[in-house]
């Protein structure tokens, strides 16, 4: 099996360097991630300047562009085979609920997707790293079982794994996105040559973490897989929106 891995924290990261020891054990591994931290880059692709690739020391390639530039590169040229799969993270904190429409380890993962390769986004819900030897674990399990049930259509994941030593992680469930309330409000400041300046504020808390959604799994010790789509059609609004707008004119 061929495995592409990006992430958005960086080439330099150590979740990245965990995930790729972890992906060796099931296949082929390629690493092509950002050169630096691009966590909430979403899946934008960079479409104003060149890109360019460079190889680290650990055999990685670092591109100076987003994840989704990362994976769409390798897919479309960069790379000799087409992978089989490609994995993102693991990430340096959760992306559950409202945070995949934001997440650059998710957009990896989407990329990969688009370009009809089955996928999966890897990220450890607490930040700093601590219990990254759980979250490689997880990653382990969720491989060794894709390995045993390859998808047989492109399929995208978003996997969650708590912060949590090893001995205490219950295992995998399969949730749906909860959601965080609004985040804080941006936070003002003025910059050392006077100008104001704007920090955007950090996510808000929970606000649906009932029981099925990834945020209740990740409380509750469980390794949160939520299988996602990129279809964005509000299918059930649609009647409604019809009524309101279909005409001739
Ligand atoms: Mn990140």
Known sequence: MRILISNDDGYFSPGIAALAEVAREFGEVTVVAPERDRSGASNSLTLDRPLTVRAASSGFLYVNGTPTDCVHIAITGLIGERPDLVISGINDGANMGDDTIYSGTVA????????????????????????LDTAAHAAREVLARYVRNPATEPMLL????????????????????????????????????????????????????????????????????????????????LPAVQNWLDRTI
């Not at 390769?117 to 601590?130: C, H, M, N, Q, T």
Request: glycine residues 12%.
């Open 108 to 131: 990896a993962a989407t990329e990969g997707y688009q370009l009809g390769i089955p996928a999966i986004a890897f990220s450890l819900a607490v930040k700093g790293y601590e219990h």
């Open 158 to 237: 978003n996997v969650n794994v708590p912060g949590v030593s090893r001995d205490r992680l219950q295992g995998l469930r399969t949730t749906r996105l909860g959601k965080r309330h609004v985040g804080e409000s941006v936070v003002r400041s003025r910059s050392p040559r006077g100008d104001t300046i704007y920090w955007i504020g950090p996510a808000g808390e929970a606000l649906d973490s009932s029981p099925g959604t990834d945020f209740g799994a990740v409380a509750s010790g469980w390794v949160s897989i939520t299988p996602l789509d990129v279809d964005l059609t509000a299918h059930q609004r």
